[in-house]
């Protein structure tokens, strides 16, 4: 035997089923965010008497594929590595290496120069060194070393 329980209407029950009404309103055209990268560089940084050192881990990609933005107090890194390509009659059975589009956007500090930020790239680590200074906004050249 089932046994159906009827309550009285309480205010905030009414209340309550309002809000989820509108909420199911206002999330019926809201469409999901697509992810803005696939995967996330590890990073380390560091501080030296001079500046500041951020290290990026980016084995597989060329230099050409890598951005380096300087936008106020952020430095916004971002890149590409492809996806490797299929040979033949190939089956993946494990496949832990990240692909696609990275991304990172770091904090520089308030007294970083970012009028003399310079990187380089070399065995698949990414080294950005940051002096000490002022504020600003430029991209950043990668030199071969």
């Known amino acids: 035997m089932v046994r159906i329980r009827h309550s009285l209407s309480h205010p905030m029950l009414d209340i309550h089923r309002r809000m989820e009404q509108v909420m199911e309103r206002l999330l019926r055209d809201v469409k999901p965010l ?35 933005l300087v936008e106020g107090l952020y430095l916004r890194l971002s890149g590409v590595r492809p996806e490797p390509l299929a040979q033949g009659c190939m089956r993946w059975h494990q496949m832990e290496i990240a692909h696609g589009r990275f991304e990172r956007v770091l904090a520089l500090p308030q007294e970083a120069d970012p009028e003399k930020i310079t990187a380089t790239y070399k065995d698949g680590f990414l080294m950005i060194h940051i002096p000490r200074g002022s504020s600003g906004a430029r991209s950043v050249p990668i030199e071969e070393t």
């Open 34 to 68: 697509e992810p803005q990268a696939a995967w996330l560089p590890r990073a380390d940084v560091y501080e030296t008497a001079e500046g500041f050192v951020v290290t990026l881990e980016l084995p597989g990609i060329e230099k050409e594929e890598i951005d380096i």
